[in-house]
């Protein structure tokens, strides 16, 4: 199955909540992978950010796609 997502995290399904239409799962992330973001330079400036600032990465995401390989 081929998807458009870039990013892929290693996840374990930790619970599962179904409900008649919708349901909730609840992953665990297990390692760490790299991110990245794409920024207006101005807000970059406004940061300041340089290579090897550390920062905290809030991710908004409509989405969360599981994909179940093999």
């Known amino acids: 199955m081929k998807y458009g997502?870039?990013?892929k995290i290693?996840?374990?399904v930790k619970s599962l909540k179904k409900g008649d239409v919708m349901s909730l799962?609840?992953?665990e992330v297990k390692e760490i992978n790299?991110?990245?973001?794409?920024?207006?330079?101005e807000s970059v400036e406004e940061l300041g950010l340089k290579e090897g600032d550390?920062?905290?990465?809030?991710i908004k995401a409509i989405h969360v796609l599981p994909v179940?390989?093999?």
């Not at 790299?34 to 330079?41: E, F, I, Q, R, Y």
């Not at 550390?54 to 809030?58: D, H, K, N, R």
């Open 54 to 58: 550390e920062v905290f990465l809030i």
């Open 25 to 27: 799962v609840k992953f």
């Open 10 to 12: 290693k996840a374990t």
């Open 34 to 41: 790299k991110m990245a973001s794409v920024l207006t330079t």
């Open 68 to 70: 179940k390989e093999g």
């Open 5 to 7: 997502a870039r990013n």
